[in-house]
């Protein structure tokens, strides 16, 4: 398995724009999440969805933020418009029923300037 | 307010000798703690966990121990190799829910 896959790897942006970032979790995942990293604040949750279903996004910082996951294979965080406080590593993880460790993929670096 | 909290951001170790990270928690409901391990540019990796049932659980050189009634864990590597550097975050959840993670440590080992 290729584990959890994101796109892009890193993302340079201006304050203003659109930015969305994707995911591919690892097949046969029924839950996925996606997670902020920032110095200040660690690793933050920021929604996460079970068969497909958004069921927790009080983590999602703004209106400006939105995340949809179409079909068990495929997740996107959008940011619109973008600011530069925006400016983190995002991740994507996945995991069956909750039980045991995520997996993580390898993060999208996300700069807004 | 944060549940897990990591309150060393930095350790350094010689190589060989014991690292001990620490981490406390302030949610008495946690009843599955896990560690995580992160390189630069990868994303977090599963390192080894606990049930709240448990006070220790060991694989290779990491130990994980659980005092419940400080509402602490730590983890132990020994020996320590320079490969073990890198960034190292606790989670704990409760009843199957979302895992909340520390701020990480980053741990140094110097050859």
């Known amino acids: 398995d290729a584990g959890v896959i994101q796109s892009p790897r890193h993302e340079v942006t201006e304050m203003g724009q659109e930015v969305t970032l994707r995911c591919k979790p690892i097949s046969g995942h029924n839950s996925l999440f996606w997670y902020r990293q920032t110095m200040m604040r660690g690793l933050e949750l920021l929604i996460y969805?079970?068969?497909?279903?958004?069921?927790?996004d009080s983590g999602m910082p703004e209106d400006r933020f939105s995340a949809k996951m179409p079909n068990a294979s495929f997740s996107t965080l959008k940011i619109q418009p973008s600011e530069p406080r925006d400016s983190a590593v995002y991740f994507c993880?996945?995991?069956?029923?909750?039980?045991?460790?995520?997996?993580f993929g390898s993060g999208t670096r996300l700069t807004v300037v | 307010d944060q549940q897990v909290k990591q309150n060393s951001p930095s350790l350094s170790v010689q190589e060989g000798r014991i690292s001990i990270l620490n981490c406390d928690y302030t949610?008495?409901?946690?009843?599955?703690f896990l560690w995580y391990k992160k390189y630069p540019a990868e994303g977090p990796t599963f390192l080894i966990s606990?049930?709240?049932?448990?006070d220790k659980n060991e694989d290779g050189r990491f130990t994980v121990f659980l005092n419940k009634s400080a509402k602490h864990l730590s983890l132990h590597i020994v020996p320590s190799q320079p490969g073990d550097s890198a960034v190292y975050f606790c989670?704990?959840?409760?009843?199957?829910?979302?895992?909340?993670f520390g701020k990480g440590t980053k741990l140094s080992v110097k050859p």
């Open positions: 606990i049930s709240s049932i448990k």
């Open positions: 949610n008495s409901m946690f009843d599955y």
């Open positions: 993880a996945s995991t069956f029923d909750r039980v045991g460790g995520y997996t």
């Open positions: 969805f079970n068969n497909n279903v958004p069921i927790d």
């Open positions: 989670a704990a959840s409760r009843s199957q829910g979302n895992l909340i």
